[in-house]
């Protein structure tokens, strides 16, 4: 078969053009980078798992009416997705303070929030992805404001979906990010969710010992990042338990 046209390349994905106009062929690279790309390696199965968890999660969200940019899985590393129009914001929905936000507040690693909290950081690599207040958003015209009341609506429905999923295998949903894309039916704009949801882009702690199964086992050194990634996929029953 003649190989795809390559569209774009990024840290842990390739995106290649699709069979049919208004899709795409997402590519799931076993790429792991860190700190805006300082600390790199490579983890030998990564993204199949990724591919795998990615397809649970948005397949889940399709059944709860959240819309997303999943259509199928094509093979081991492989999906076909829709072309949406990326908007250059990381939305991040917290329920526990950890990471950036611990840091930048100086709160205690695991500390409830008030209430889930949806905040934005700019896509951009060279910035370092840098927090940006709604008012940014809508003055540089990455979104509107009804954009934004949306993406904030779809934001907290994925919270709800993934909280009550994780939970019920023992997981805490600390923290998590998406990305949100515009497709046009018609003359109607439509957001869905894009990317990818995955180990990758969450935060995800064992409820009974605390361990940690997402990417801050990469980026603090914490063992096995793909025993991690294969624990959450087999209490999930993405992967058969004896694997
Ligand atoms: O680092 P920070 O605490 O801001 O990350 C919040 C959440 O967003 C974490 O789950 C992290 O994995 C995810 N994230 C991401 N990609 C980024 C930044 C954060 O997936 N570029």
Redesign the pocket.
């Known amino acids: 078969m003649a190989r795809r046209k390559k569209l774009y390349e990024g840290k842990a994905k390739i995106l290649y053009e699709g069979p049919e106009p208004g899709t795409l062929v997402q590519y799931f690279k076993d790429d792991a980078t860190a700190f805006?790309a300082q600390k790199k390696d490579v983890i030998e199965g990564k993204g199949v798992l990724n591919n795998r968890l990615s397809e649970f999660f948005m397949t889940g969200l399709s059944r709860i009416g959240v819309p997303n940019h999943f259509i199928k899985r094509l093979n081991m590393r492989e999906q076909l997705i829709r072309q949406v129009e990326i908007i250059p914001l990381?939305v991040?929905?917290?329920n526990f303070a950890?990471?950036?936000?611990?840091?930048r507040l100086g709160l205690e690693e695991g500390a409830t929030l008030p209430r889930p909290i949806v905040?934005f950081?700019y896509?951009d690599d060279a910035l370092g992805?840098p927090?940006v207040p709604e008012e940014y958003i809508i003055a540089f015209g990455w979104a509107s404001q009804q954009d934004l009341d949306d993406i904030v609506a779809l934001a907290l429905r994925v919270n709800d979906f993934m909280s009550g999923v994780m939970h019920g295998v023992g997981i805490k949903l600390?923290?998590?990010?998406i990305e949100i894309g515009r497709v046009w039916e018609g003359d109607y704009m439509r957001l869905i969710v894009a990317d990818e949801i995955s180990p990758?882009?969450?935060?995800l702690w064992d409820i009974e010992t605390g361990q940690k199964l997402?990417?801050?086992v990469f980026r603090q050194d914490l063992g096995s990042l793909n025993d991690a990634y294969t624990e959450v996929a087999k209490r999930l029953g993405v992967l058969p338990s004896n694997v």
């Open positions: 805006n990381e991040i929905v917290r950890a990471g950036s936000m611990a840091k905040e950081s896509k992805d927090l600390v923290d998590f990010k990758d882009s969450c935060r997402d990417k801050d």
